[in-house]
């Protein structure tokens, strides 16, 4: 488990209009990319003082690869931050007010509490 | 001495700037008498003639992340630059600078250290819309000095719920002992029952209306021990996912003590519920 760099991923994706369009377009290439470049950078520091172990799990990279935002809530994502980012790239998509809210509501319908867990 | 002239607690609601300055055409049906009754509250702070305003909010994990996280944080700089890229993009916030009131941010820095907070500090906050919605909605003109206080109401582990409500009878303390002859007013913002990012959001109400009609009235009578006693980290996750918020509302029943409030209202909105509290703790004329 990783939820500390998966929500790494979401808060640097968010935080960048570039990266939101970019990730909208190619979820797997951005991903990717992202983990071979980023993921070892640290916020508040050069990059050549980053960290040099970070790496998402397997099906933290195909749930972040695939748009999976039903996953990424199972996986312990922060909820808060997933829902911002995939507004971001979603809400767009949709013509009724609330159309993609409602609908990524829906999707979690399976889940009462508790939650998972999203301690990182 | 320094006149706490006001302590204002409310929910934060990023949509109100929009919903309040959409045209004719595309304004939500709510929308008037939500403004009406933000420009009723907004008259409550006006009339205590504050001159300094300490707004209470939480970072929505814009400046601050889990790679450096503060429970408790103060901001002291002389301006704050205000509101986010993805802010105007979600909810069209419109980008703004606050003056900083840096005498009474070092002020709390340092006695709030002395009296156990051991805060962490910033000289360049750039908030967001937890301190601008409550300038947007009490004080648009947004022309007084603040000193921002940060809470970390989303990264757990939290502080316990009496940790806040402490941290808001240490600020009253705090500012009641202030040597300096200056009209002083608390603005905190936090929420109701509310779910972000799972399966109750964004439903035609708040996800716990009955969590919602106790919290208000806890708030609106000053029963900090009720809340201290039904509330707990655990609790918290039952009305919704993110009603730890709620957190900040105790922060700021601990500022305003065990006293009925003077000014109580809410609105029953589509995913959450709006509510309105002052208190004067010098008297309404103070």
Known sequence: MSKYLLNKFIFAIDRDPELVERYREDPRATVAWWEKERANVILNLPESEGSSWQLLTEEEREALATHDYVALFGLGAHPFLTLTLFIALFERDYTEPLGFQLEYARKLQHWSLPYPDITT | ?286
């Open chain 2, 1 to 286: 001495m320094a006149n706490l002239v006001a302590v204002l607690a409310t929910t934060h609601h990023p949509f109100f700037y929009r919903a309040s300055t959409a045209p004719p055409e595309s304004r939500p049906d709510f929308a008037d008498e939500w403004v009406r009754k933000v420009e009723a509250y907004r008259e409550t702070l006006t009339r205590a003639r504050p001159e300094i305003l300490v707004m209470v909010g939480s970072d929505h994990f814009h400046q601050l992340f889990y790679d450096n996280m503060p429970q408790f944080l103060i901001g002291k700089a002389p301006f704050y630059n205000a509101n986010y890229y993805n802010e105007e993009r979600e909810f069209g916030l419109p980008r703004m600078v606050l003056k900083g009131h840096e005498e009474l941010s070092a002020y709390l820095l340092r006695a709030g250290l002395d009296a156990g907070f051991d805060f962490a500090f910033s000289n360049e906050l750039h908030v967001d819309h937890s301190i601008t919605c409550p300038i947007i909605t009490t004080r648009p003109q947004a022309d007084l000095p603040i000193v921002p206080i940060y809470t970390n109401i989303f990264a757990p582990p939290l502080p316990q719920p009496w940790r806040y409500v402490q941290l808001g009878r240490t600020l009253r303390q705090l500012i009641d002992a202030w040597p300096v002859d200056a009209r002083v007013a608390v603005i905190g913002t936090g929420h109701l029952s509310l779910e972000l990012g799972g399966p109750r959001q964004f439903g035609p109400h708040g996800p716990d209306p009955e969590f919602d009609r106790q919290a208000v009235e806890w708030i609106a009578s000053g029963d900090i021990e009720g809340a201290l006693q039904a509330v707990t980290l655990e609790s918290l996750w039952s009305p919704g996912n993110a009603t730890h918020g709620f957190l900040d509302f105790m922060l700021m029943m601990g500022v305003a003590g065990e006293v009925k409030a003077d000014y109580a209202d809410t609105l029953d909105l589509f995913h959450t519920m709006e509510a309105y509290f002052t208190w004067y703790p010098n008297g309404a004329d103070a």
